[in-house]
Antibody
Framework: EVRLVESGGDLVQPGGSLRLSCGAS????????MTWVRQTPEKGLEWISV????????YYRDSVKGRFTVSRDNSKNTLYLQMNSLTVEDTALYYC???????WGQGTLVTVSS | EIFLTQTPLSSFVTFGQPASISCKST???????????LSWLHQRPGQPPRLLIY???SRFSGVPDRFSGSGTGTDFTLKINRVEAEDVGVYYC?????????FGQGTKVEIK
């Protein structure tokens, strides 16, 4: 059974940083691209970033470029999202997903507020 | 960026009756490799999305055959043959043909 478990979400002040993690099990993690998607009631589902299976290639939506960094450790079956210079617009439930959305984690909540 | 427009945004369906959701794209979703990366997701309240259909019409593992997808180019449809209680929730279309991956606004399906 594929299982993705996100962690690291928290309440943080504007301008702050967070590092999200996504632990994977039940899949050959190192063979899949992995995606981060966030969800808010206002904007719905919003793709943030994708990283190739090897980690050599990464892509970001424009609004997070230069602030967010996706990475992975295939030896630990773990995906990461380093988020810097957070703004209130980054407040959302953050999901990791296998590939382009084959399987999703339960999400971790990021709240940016003073 | 490719925009996906779903209709209707809300649907009340009688138990056992069919339901249909449309997804229209602002650009063709045919990739240069010949595939069309249009998928459908289902999200129950309080749960993450789960994949139902990929590449327009292929059912994902474990998805009941009452779900079917069709379409081509810019117009796509998800059909539920006979709605069951567990089908309530929000349905999203999503495209991965072109970066960034984008999602429709969602269609909320409720039972009458």
């Amino acid at each position: 059974e594929v299982r993705l478990v996100e962690s690291g979400g928290d309440l943080v002040q504007p301008g702050g940083s967070l590092r999200l993690s996504c632990g994977a099990s039940g899949l050959a993690f190192s063979t899949y691209a992995m995606t981060w998607v966030r969800q808010t009631p206002e904007k719905g589902l919003e793709w943030i970033s994708v990283i190739s299976a090897t980690g050599d290639n990464t892509y970001y939506r424009d609004s997070v470029k230069g602030r967010f960094t996706v990475s992975r450790d295939n030896s630990k079956n773990t995906l990461y999202l380093q988020m810097n210079s957070l703004t209130v617009e980054d407040t959302a439930l953050y999901y990791c997903a296998m590939g382009g959305g084959d399987f999703w984690g339960q999400g971790t909540l990021v709240t940016v507020s003073s | 960026e490719i925009f996906l427009t779903q209709t209707p945004l809300s649907s009340f369906v009688t138990f056992g009756q069919p339901a249909s959701i449309s997804c229209k794209s602002t650009q063709s979703l045919v990739h240069s490799d010949g595939n069309t990366y249009l998928s459908w997701l289902h999200q129950r309240p309080g749960q993450p999305p789960r994949l139902l259909i990929y590449n327009i019409s292929s059912r994902f593992s474990g998805v009941p055959d009452r779900f079917s997808g069709s379409g081509t180019g810019t117009d796509f449809t998800l059909k539920i043959n006979r709605v069951e209680a567990e089908d309530v929730g929000v349905y999203y279309c999503t495209q991965a043909t072109q970066f960034p991956q984008t999602f429709g606004q969602g269609t909320k399906v409720e039972i009458k």
